[in-house]
């Protein structure tokens, strides 16, 4: 059993930056391969990025990839999302995910989920 849970999201204006976190409860944490989405309000789940068990292999959605960076810290049993040139469409709800298999790019995939942090972003 994994608990994940989000933090550091906010409003930001276009062209900010923003640290997302999430912090894994049990001691099972670098079993997982940790996955980013978002969810804007009326638009499905969506991939954002996915970083592999040891931190070594990541994997972006084409939207973000070269704006977003995501990382991890095993010792500390926390993912980070660094979120650079923020753009208005990435406002949403970003939710951190855990799965078994590595990248994995759809919401089934994933085991466990936080509860999610806003991130809304002005034009």
């Known amino acids: 059993q994994v608990q994940l849970t989000e933090s550091g999201g906010g409003l930001v204006q276009a062209g900010g930056s923003l640290r997302l976190s999430c912090a894994a409860s049990?001691?099972?944490?670098?079993?997982?391969?940790m996955g980013w989405f978002r969810q804007a309000p009326g638009k499905e789940r969506a991939f954002v990025a996915v970083?592999?068990?040891?931190?070594?292999?990541?994997y972006y959605a084409s939207s973000v990839k070269d704006r977003f960076t995501i990382s991890r810290d095993n010792a500390k049993n926390t993912v980070y999302l660094q979120m650079n040139s923020l753009k208005p469409e990435d406002t949403a709800v970003y939710y951190c995910?855990?799965?078994?298999?590595?990248?994995?790019?759809?919401?089934?995939?994933?085991?466990?989920w936080g509860q999610g942090t806003q991130v809304t972003v002005s034009s």
């Open positions: 995910a855990a799965a078994v298999a590595w990248r994995v790019t759809t919401p089934d995939g994933y085991d466990y």
């Open positions: 049990g001691r099972t944490f670098s079993s997982y391969a």
């Open positions: 970083i592999s068990r040891s931190g070594g292999l990541t």
